[in-house]
């Protein structure tokens, strides 16, 4: 039942108008709207929050969407909250204050018996701890959800800086969303998962978090964030945003596979290339980390030598924060090229780097700009996946994901048009000359092409650093 008030009723109106066994969907594609979004669902909640994420951090987003968590349960909501341990580090002491909090429990995939420093938990156990849970969910009252490539973090909402990924989340409600909860109470009570009061001692510190609140609420970016939500949230209720009412079908990994006993049947990478494989003439697919392997890469080559158009968009080198992957990449581009798949690679923003904050790290490799982190796809002008999936070796066999699948002309033709008429600006575009040489176009808006005869970004040393890299066998673990 949503909840009673003003975004519950109106959710409530738009669900009771539509028949039955639909769901209402709507794609989050901006930083602010997906957090808007996520803040609204839990102080809209009365009854229950369930979210899951892989990472989440303690930043402006990361403390604003705990506190409202926190806030919540006060109020006696009932919140659950399930983290991948491997993207929570320094904040044991934060979790357990809020795990100390009557109607708050917080559990932990996989974690390490070792919490400081918890990456040495690995050369004790590291076969259980290389399985993560990649999943990202978060559910209001049984009966809102959002799924997507989001992480919870700044950079994943654009917030307080101009470095940035560019992601894709879906808020939904109706038919779909019982099953999403379905997926939450399978993963909350699977055997991968513990409750964190086993693994961290203590009740935590009221006063630090607090303290750490008040700090965060003080910062221009926490007023930004304010401002973003209340401008969001008016688009939503005077209907700017509109719901699309269609078939949606939630996909998961089981559960069993963070314990590697999961059976063919209940991985998820089964279900997408039964729906890629049945494509009849289209296929636009968006993975920030791509790493076919030689089974992928026959399987797309295939496809496209059978006639259908097949179109991927990945992080070129000098967007990409994980360096091992996209080498992993590298190493199937000539032989997808040469299979018929069209490959784009994103190039960083506007052609060149930006000024960051002064207060923000630098990011792998110089990263500057926006930096892929979608996962999505769509098929035939019909059926779209936005999800937690990338195409690599780790979320086909170590990580669990999840991810809807959408009946949607509407958003595979607009996806589609994006390939037509953005990527040739937005990415770099590797091709293969009449010789058999590898070349890389970049074409401006002014109708300028511009031809790079070497990888843009590729200096000596990360040309080294590819070779050695292809004949080490690293490639199940990218």
Do not use: C
């Not at 930043?59 to 604003?64: A, H, K, N, P, T």
């Not at 203590?202 to 630090?208: K, L, Q, T, W």
Request: aromatic content about 10%.
């Amino acid at each position: 039942m949503f909840s009673q008030t003003r975004l519950g009723a109106m959710l409530a109106r738009k669900e009771g108008a539509q028949p039955e066994g639909l769901s209402g969907i709507y794609p989050l594609g901006k930083g602010e709207d997906a957090l808007a979004s996520r803040l609204a669902l839990i102080e809209s909640a009365t009854v229950s929050v369930d979210a899951q994420y892989y990472i989440w951090h303690d930043d402006v987003s990361g403390i604003l969407l705990l506190d409202a968590l926190d806030r919540a349960a006060r109020r006696g909501v009932r919140v659950r909250l399930l983290l991948d341990d491997n993207g929570v580090p320094g904040m044991d002491q934060t979790l357990a204050t809020l795990n100390a909090q009557p109607n708050f429990e917080v559990r932990l995939w996989n974690p390490s018996t070792v919490r400081s420093p918890k990456m040495l938990g690995y050369a004790f156990d590291f076969a259980r701890m290389n399985r993560r849970m990649h999943n990202k969910s978060l559910i209001s009252d049984s009966t809102a959800a959002i799924i997507g490539g989001r992480n919870i973090g700044d950079e994943y909402f654009q917030v307080g800086s101009d470095d940035y990924y560019l992601d894709l989340d879906a808020f939904a409600i109706g038919a779909v969303v019982a099953d999403t909860v379905d997926i939450f109470d399978a993963y909350w009570n699977s055997p991968s998962v513990f409750e964190l009061e086993r693994v961290v001692s203590g009740p935590g510190d009221r006063e630090a978090l607090a303290a750490r609140v008040a700090e965060i609420r003080a910062t221009e970016g926490a007023r930004e964030v304010a401002e973003e939500s209340m401008q969001s949230m008016r688009r939503f209720m005077s209907g700017e945003m509109p719901l699309e009412w269609t078939r949606v079908q939630v996909v998961a990994d089981d559960p069993a596979k963070g314990q590697g006993q999961a059976r063919e049947d209940q991985l998820m990478i089964n279900r997408v290339t039964d729906m890629i494989g049945g494509i009849e003439k289209t296929l636009d697919l968006v993975s920030a980390y791509f790493v076919p392997g030689p089974s992928g890469t026959e399987f797309f080559a295939g496809l496209a030598g059978d006639g259908r158009r097949v179109r991927i968009l990945t992080n070129a080198l000098d967007t990409t924060d994980v360096f091992l992957v996209h080498a992993g990449y590298a190493a199937y581009r000539r032989e997808l090229l040469v299979g018929g798949v069209k490959l784009y690679e994103l190039k960083l923003r506007g052609g060149g780097s930006v000024q960051r904050s002064p207060t923000r790290p630098p990011l792998p490799l110089g990263l500057s700009g926006a930096s892929l982190h979608a996962k999505t796809f769509a098929i035939d002008g019909r059926w779209v996946y936005i999800g937690s999936f990338n195409f690599d070796p780790r979320s086909t066999l170590l990580n669990t994901e999840m991810g809807f699948l959408i009946d949607s002309p509407n958003m595979a033709v607009r996806m589609s048009e994006r390939f037509d008429e953005r990527m040739k600006y937005d990415a770099y575009q590797p091709r293969l000359t009449p010789e058999n040489k590898m070349i890389w176009l970049e074409e401006m808006r002014d109708g300028e092409t511009v031809v790079y005869q070497e990888e843009p970004g590729a200096g000596w040393f990360l040309q080294i650093a590819f070779a050695v890299i292809g004949i080490l066998p690293v490639e199940w673990l990218l």
